[in-house]
């Protein structure tokens, strides 16, 4: 008689519907970090006429991106003449920034170097927690055309 009443409570079960499945929140999943690793994010040389950008994303979950690097650049050749002749500014801005740069809008950068024709780089990067952060290294001559110059740069971000 046991047996029977415990068949039947076991039929009894299966026939409620499931428990709803909750989604995990966005901070709840868990994805590879990029700690530990570095990303080339320039290594070229190039004519600069009045500006030059150069995209790049910092993945998420990155805690401490660190961009550095540097440039040179040169009144027209490479190693020709660099001195103040040759100056250009630089520029790390972020989405937001870029899009008012594009707009030729005054806007605040992350970071800015002006009147430089040899520059050495540090610059951390804001955590880009749970999402992928795109920023633009931006390179601009301040006498426009009149005069190009060339741009040897390498850039890396460590995380």
Same mark, same amino acid.
Do not use: W
């Given at each position: 008689?046991? &047996? ?7 039929? @009894? ?15 709840? !999943? ?11 994010? &320039?290594?070229?040389?190039?004519? /600069?006429? !009045?500006? #030059? ?13 660190? $961009? ?7 009144? =027209?050749?490479?190693? =020709? ?5 040759? @100056?250009?500014?630089? &520029?790390? &801005? ?17 970071? *800015? ?15 880009? $927690? @749970? !999402?992928? *952060?795109?920023?633009? /290294? #931006? ?16 850039? !890396?971000?460590?995380?």
């Amino acid at each position: 008689m046991l &047996l029977l009443v415990a068949g039947v409570a076991c039929t @009894n079960e299966s026939k409620q519907p499931p428990a709803p499945v909750s989604a995990p929140l966005p901070s709840e !999943r868990v994805a590879p970090s990029p700690v530990g690793t570095t990303q080339n994010v &320039l290594q070229k040389t190039f004519t /600069l006429q !009045r500006s #030059v950008e150069f995209p790049f994303e910092v993945p998420a979950h990155a805690a401490m991106p660190h $961009l550095h690097g540097i440039f040179e650049s040169f009144v =027209g050749q490479v190693h =020709g003449a660099s001195d103040e002749s040759a @100056n250009i500014d630089f &520029l790390i &801005l972020n989405e937001e920034q870029h899009e008012d740069f594009a707009q030729n809008r005054s806007s605040d950068t992350m970071f *800015a170097v002006e009147a430089s024709h040899n520059q050495a780089v540090n610059f951390d990067l804001p955590a880009s $927690l @749970n !999402r992928t *952060a795109k920023y633009y /290294l #931006v390179f601009r001559n301040p006498e426009g055309s009149k005069s190009s110059k060339v741009v040897e740069a390498n850039f !890396r971000v460590d995380y």
